[in-house]
Structure formats: structure tokens, C-alpha cells
């Protein structure tokens, strides 16, 4: 079993993290044993080769998804001891959400989409944080637009302020420069990591691409569902020189030992 963080500095984290899809012969452990904290006011990336768990991992310590066994927490809550409503309300005022494909409500203007949580919730928007956040996203010209009249960078955007506008203990990040072209995902990228510098939120982002992993303070890697290293200031070209050396791995067959 893999530990790379205190579990008592974690917004999240998983314990013994298994998640098993299928059964005999057509039995995936997407997770195999994984135990990870993601640090309070840190920007933590997690790479690792197509169907290395990396997803998967978010999902359950987000909440989106339940682990076969093991623990997932929110602060010193465990997910797995709440029911089907108290997990929504976790999630609600306690975890904000960027994906990749924005998920934006179309016939909301871009000031509706930023306090929907909230409102969705009956909770009065803190209108001084929510200023702040139009401010920091750079979008207080953008107020009464729809999604429609906006760039897929600015959409994006959007959705950072909307995971932030509740203060949650930690944004999850699923690949959210996916569908941008680069200098987009660069201002969605400095964006999050001012989220995390600036105002002292917690962000765990999936990704694939070396250079958007060289914006989080530390990257964790996963192969064939095992934790296998992790990277403080990364860069782009050590990032990917590890994805280089752990597709070699991956293919030898990657044990769980410790990761120091």
C-alpha cells in the first residue's frame, strides 16, 4: 500500500482504495490498494497512462463514485459512512467541480451560472467573495451573457468561479483544458492555481498533458491502478520524461511498493 501524503494535512483522501468493475475472467481493479492525501491549499495533479485509475480515483474521493472498499474522506468525514442525501449536500457545500466539457446552463447568463450551487442549495451568495471571483476570472463584462456568446476559454472560466463561489474545501478538476487550445487552457491553469495561492482553496486536477501538470504544486502518478511515484515542482519535460519511463512499467507489470 502507497501513502505519499500526512493524512492529517489532507482536504482529501483515499485508504485503501480499491475499485473493482466485473467479476471472474472480466474482473478491472481500476484501484488496487491506494491510499493518497491531497494537501489543504495545495494544487495537486494526477497523471498516468489511459486506464491507469486516474479518473476513477477522482471520482470516489469526490464522491461521484463508491469504492469497492477501502475509505474516502472529505476532511475527517468518511463518504462511505453517509446516505444518498447527505452525500449530495456533502457535495454540494463542500466540493466544487470543473469538466472538461464546462456543463454550463445555457439559458442561464454567465452571473446565474456562477451562483447556480447556491442557489440550487437556498444559501444568499457571500457578495463580497462572489466580486471577488468575477474579478479574479475577469469576466465582470460577461455578466449577462450566455454560454453561447461566449469562447470555450471564457465558458471555462465560468465554470472555475462556479466551483469557487461556495468556498468549497476542494474543486475537483476532471482534464478541464481538454477541450481548449493553449493559451485558453493557460488562463484557465493560472487561474486555478491563483485560486489555490490567492485564496487558499484545495484543487486536485486529472490530466493528461505534461504541461498543464507543470501548473500543480505536486504530481501524483498512477499505473495500472497502483500509486507508482510522485513529483514536487514539476516541469513540463520531467513530467514527461516520468510518463516516459512509466509506460515501461505499466508494461512490466508495476508492483505496490512504497513510494517515499
Request: glycine content about 12%.
Amino acid at each position: 500500500m502507497t501513502t505519499l501524503t500526512p493524512v492529517g494535512t489532507s482536504a482529501a483522501r483515499v485508504v485503501d482504495a480499491f475499485k473493482v468493475y466485473g467479476a471472474g475472467d472480466a474482473e478491472v481493479r481500476a484501484l488496487d490498494g491506494v491510499t493518497v492525501g491531497f494537501p489543504a491549499a495545495r494544487f495537486t495533479a494526477i497523471m498516468g497512462p489511459s486506464g491507469s485509475g486516474k479518473s476513477t480515483l477522482m471520482h470516489c474521493a469526490a464522491g461521484l463514485d463508491t469504492l469497492s472498499s477501502g475509505s474516502a474522506f472529505i476532511g475527517t468525514t468518511d463518504l462511505g459512512t453517509l446516505g444518498d442525501r447527505d452525500l449530495t449536500l456533502l457535495r454540494r457545500e463542500r466540493i466544487g467541480f470543473v469538466f472538461q466539457s464546462f456543463n454550463l446552463v445555457g439559458t442561464l447568463t454567465v452571473a446565474e451560472n456562477i451562483t447556480l450551487p447556491l442557489d440550487l442549495a437556498g444559501a444568499r451568495p457571500d457578495t463580497d467573495w462572489v466580486d471577488a471571483l468575477i474579478d479574479v476570472v475577469g469576466l465582470g463584462d460577461r455578466l449577462l451573457h450566455r454560454p453561447s456568446e461566449l469562447s470555450g476559454g471564457q465558458q471555462q472560466r465560468v465554470a472555475v468561479a462556479r466551483a469557487l463561489a461556495g468556498r468549497p474545501d476542494v474543486v475537483f478538476a476532471d482534464e478541464p483544458t481538454g477541450n481548449l487550445d493553449s493559451r485558453s487552457g493557460a488562463e484557465v491553469l493560472n487561474l486555478l492555481g491563483r485560486a489555490v495561492h490567492e485564496m487558499g482553496r484545495t484543487v486536485v486536477m486529472v490530466t493528461h498533458d505534461p504541461v498543464a501538470a507543470a501548473h500543480a504544486d505536486e504530481v501524483v502518478f498512477l499505473a495500472d491502478g497502483r500509486l507508482v511515484d510522485r513529483m514536487t515542482d514539476p516541469t513540463a519535460e520531467k513530467v514527461l520524461d516520468r510518463m516516459k519511463a512509466f509506460d515501461g512499467l505499466a508494461g512490466a507489470g508495476a508492483g505496490r511498493g512504497t513510494v517515499s
